[in-house]
């Protein structure tokens, strides 16, 4: 049985439908922060969002030689910080798929699925980064730390420098 086949019944119809569009809001929220994203569930404890996300994709390209591949290797967790909402720690959890690259002539056999919103193997979204980087150009990394704690934010003063060096290396390269 469907669930538009149990939607036919009374009230129950109205609050399965209100709940589709909820999700079609989240949905479209997590898209915003990437389009190769579709959004699972939430959960609420504490002080902290969970957003579980899943990949959309079919296949994935290899960031070694440009191939797509849609033979999936492995999976594994991987969770990654993004902007405070409503005071609430914000965490993404996603199962990562790694694949088997299909290019005979591609000196790596298997590559992780990457994605726009997060750099590679960070532990934070790009736009968190770019919220925390510019906290920390006007004052101390201590300093930062402190206001970015307040604001519901997990970081240190020497990830903070650790960003600014990456910044500044970044805009030298430019």
């Not at 389009?35 to 957003?51: F, V």
Request: net charge positive.
């Amino acid at each position: 049985m469907l669930v538009d086949d149990i939607l036919l019944w009374g009230h129950s119809r109205y609050i399965i439908k209100e709940k589709r569009k909820k999700w079609g809001i989240m949905n479209e929220l997590i898209q915003l922060l990437d389009p190769n994203l579709t959004y699972e569930y939430h959960e609420l404890m504490g002080n902290q969002l969970i957003i579980q996300v899943s990949s959309n994709r079919i296949e994935a390209r290899c960031a070694y030689c440009g191939t797509s591949s849609s033979k999936v290797h492995s999976v594994y967790p991987k969770s990654f910080q993004d902007l405070p909402i409503q005071g609430k720690k914000v965490w993404i959890h996603l199962e990562n798929r790694k694949f088997f690259c299909i290019n005979s002539n591609c000196s790596h056999k298997t590559f992780s699925e990457r994605f726009e919103c997060i750099a590679d193997k960070a532990k934070k979204t790009k736009r968190l980064e770019e919220e925390i980087l510019t906290i920390a150009i006007h004052c101390s990394s201590v300093t930062a730390s402190k206001i970015l704690k307040k604001s519901t934010v997990d970081i240190s003063k020497s990830t903070i420098c650790q960003l600014l060096l990456k910044e500044r290396l970044r805009f030298r390269s430019s």
